[in-house]
């Protein structure tokens, strides 16, 4: 339960982190730049428009990996409703707040962004829950191309990125989802990842086991051991 708790918990910070980057204008993290590009050329939501994305990147590693697992797929397409229905709702909760309207608060929009996608994906890691279609896909590469899992991770974030400007470009003449906050994101959140996981990792890996802990605890006081029988020889 307590890892499931920081599950959610990660998923839904790591779904505001990208709403800031949103209002920022700046240009979004990688990992949502094609959802945002749907979105803005189709006038869907963002909420919808990552459940599409998120189908075809499931699309994706079917076709990579040539094996379709339906208990895998129905996990993943559950992440994704899950992720979807937390972006509609950020991004609503965001837009509550004032609109940054000078350069100076966009940035500074987008660099709570970048602290908040972080720390949504140090519970969302650390987990150990299923990961989603994006992340999914990114295994894939690594695995059919026989590359380091950094590289597939570059390589899946450049096809990401290009995808999505060229959705762009063509509906609404404009890079939209892509910009100066983009490159940002795809360089500073795994640095702010990574500071995250060397001062706060042990404290989160300790709650967990401690709930493991304490239920063995519980488990051990509730059981009753049976009663010996010794059958004495006649």
Excluded at 14 to 29: E, K, P, T
Excluded at 55 to 70: D, E, P, Y
Excluded at 165 to 190: K, R
Aim: charged share 15%.
């Amino acid at each position: 339960m307590r890892r499931l708790c920081l599950y959610i918990v990660g998923l839904f910070f790591l779904s505001l982190g990208v709403s800031f980057s949103i209002q920022a204008d700046l240009g979004v993290s990688p990992v949502s730049s094609l959802a945002y590009a749907f979105s803005l050329s189709s006038g869907l939501s963002v909420g919808i428009m990552t459940v599409v994305a998120n189908i075809l990147f499931i699309i994706l590693q079917v076709i990579l990996s040539k094996q379709f697992n339906l208990r895998e797929s129905i996990v993943q397409l559950t992440i994704t409703f899950l992720f979807g229905f937390y972006m509609d709702v950020t991004l609503f909760l965001v837009q509550l707040l004032p609109t940054p309207e000078t350069l100076v608060m966009r940035w500074v929009f987008l660099i709570i962004s970048l602290f908040i996608v972080a720390i949504g994906l140090l519970g969302y890691f650390n987990a150990k829950f299923p990961l989603m279609p994006y992340d999914e896909l990114t295994y894939v590469i690594s695995e059919k191309f026989r590359m380091k899992f950094s590289n597939a991770k570059i390589s899946s974030d450049l096809l990401n990125v290009s995808v999505a400007g060229l959705v762009c470009i063509i509906f609404i003449q404009s890079l939209g989802s892509i910009g100066i906050g983009t490159l940002f994101a795809a360089y500073f959140i795994g640095k702010i990842v990574g500071w995250l996981m060397k001062h706060y990792q042990k404290y989160l890996v300790q709650w967990i086991n401690k709930g493991k802990e304490k239920g063995y605890k519980e488990l051990e006081e509730n059981t009753t051991p049976e009663k010996e029988t010794v059958t004495l020889p006649s």
